[in-house]
């Protein structure tokens, strides 16, 4: 878990980063921020209340970790705070230069030194890279004499942190362990902050570890059930059900147990040890058979397992229990298929 509520920002730079594909400048600013107390508590919830998420990363390189430059700016600020500056100008040139895509939004860097952050029950120090890309309108309102004057005027929202890093100071020999916050970009242009600039690939932890095993199953469910067996829609989101509360009501998983209680019948328990092996050869990675569950990663992964039926744009059955209450026919008449839905009393 992280925590920051002791935690305090010990020093700050900013820059001003342009996108360098249409030709916008870089401004170096010359000194740190100087900051009063009142807009130093404002900076910790712009910085800090993004990540709320327990998905962390680390730092990677396809040749040498220390050939990533983010990593190594925070190496060389963790050995010696005072190099902030410095490293904060390695760090908004590297930017820049990633900054290849049209659509990449201009914004500002800050780079900040931060003291005494706790990660899993350790104390340790953090280093922090935040992009701020929006500017949102507010008014300001101010008395002349008798009267009240309102103004418009455009500022960064304190609670909608655009892309955030927090780069902790632990496990340093397997690339520190890292949060990403990216709240702005969804297309490719969104590569460039953690795969061009940060350079972070996901940790194998039990947030991890959770998150493929459920992955897992999503795909099986979806995709392999339908071709083996005769499945309707409505016994496929039964069995999704089914898997995420499993996840749910126990707090390690077991993959023998997972199968016996989700899959129930041999042969379909049979497919799904079959499928995790092409699973894991596919896609590169292996699931555990046993590990202790993340419960933030069931709520992250469980938002994308449907337990609704979507028919043309007409209806959504959403499936919450007995699948065998609900029946799939098809009319010769119409030519069209039709659900039947059993039930005692509407609520």
């Not at 701020?132 to 008798?146: C, N, S």
């Amino acid at each position: 878990m992280i925590h920051t509520e002791a935690s305090s920002i010990h020093s700050v730079v900013l820059h001003a980063v342009g996108n360098k594909h249409n030709e916008e400048p870089l401004t170096l600013a010359h000194l740190p921020l100087s900051i009063s107390e009142s807009v130093n508590e404002m900076l910790r919830t712009y910085f800090f209340s993004s990540f709320k998420e327990n998905e962390t990363f680390h730092f990677y390189h396809e040749e040498e970790i220390t050939q990533n430059k983010v990593y190594e700016s925070a190496s060389v600020i963790f050995d010696n705070p005072e190099a902030l500056y410095h490293q904060s100008l390695v760090l908004a040139k590297h930017l820049y230069d990633q900054c290849k895509h049209p659509k990449i939004k201009a914004g500002e860097l800050y780079t900040v030194f931060i003291k005494d952050c706790v990660w899993e029950g350790e104390l340790v120090d953090a280093v922090g890279l935040f992009k701020a890309e929006t500017k949102d309108a507010f008014l300001k309102v101010h008395q002349q004499g008798d009267n009240f004057v309102i103004e418009s005027d455009k500022g960064i929202n304190i609670n909608k942190l655009d892309k955030g890093c927090l780069i902790f100071n632990t496990e340093r020999e397997r690339g520190y362990v890292v949060a990403v916050v990216d709240n702005t970009n969804k297309g490719l242009e969104a590569q460039y902050w953690m795969d061009d600039f940060l350079g972070v690939q996901q940790r194998k932890d039990i947030f991890y570890d959770t998150q493929t095993a459920l992955n897992l199953c999503k795909d099986f469910v979806k995709n392999k059930l339908p071709e083996q067996f005769e499945v309707n829609r409505a016994e496929q989101v039964e069995i999704l059900n089914k898997s995420v509360r499993f996840f749910k009501e126990n707090e390690n998983f077991d993959m023998q147990e997972f199968a016996k209680e989700v899959m129930v019948q041999p042969e379909v328990i049979e497919s799904f040890h079959s499928f995790k092996e092409e699973f894991e050869t596919e896609e590169g990675i292996e699931v555990k058979e046993r590990f202790p569950i993340s419960e933030n990663a069931v709520k992250k992964q469980t938002k994308n397992f449907r337990s609704v039926i979507k028919l043309d744009k007409n209806f959504h059955i959403y499936v919450h229990g007995n699948p065998h209450l609900i029946k799939k026919g098809f009319d010769e008449e119409s030519g069209m298929n039709f659900y039947q839905v059993f039930f005692k009393e509407e609520l």
